[in-house]
């Protein structure tokens, strides 16, 4: 099974930037609030790619209770999130390959929770 990516950046060119470096991937690019509730299972899901600069307040507390409830692990590329052993944060500018490695690590550390009863 190929695990699917969500991303919610508001941002066209980043998006298509994501759906490149991220091609191994099935990717699910949402654009806002209804996007993200079309998502029906976040935890098949795993990990959202945001832009948490971007996101408006319910975007916000969707993603929040999706990271709580689900284990969903959240990957900030604004820089505006505070890290915590669930997420991952970039601050700009960021390096393509330091960003593929951390999300490359997020892989066993997803199966395994996933995996866990």
Known sequence: M????????????????????????????????????????????????????????PERQMLRRWEQNHQVVLIDISGSLLPNKRRIVFMPPFSWKGFIRALTATDQRWKRQRATP
Request: hydrophobic residues 45%; charged residues 25%; aromatic residues 4%.
């Open 2 to 57: 190929v695990e699917s990516i969500g991303i919610l950046t508001h941002n066209q060119d980043m998006d298509e930037i994501l759906r490149r470096v991220l091609a191994p991937y099935r990717i699910v690019c949402v654009n806002d609030l209804r996007g993200l509730l079309a998502l029906k299972d976040p935890e098949g899901t795993g990990r959202v790619i945001v832009d948490w600069l971007q996101c408006s307040a």
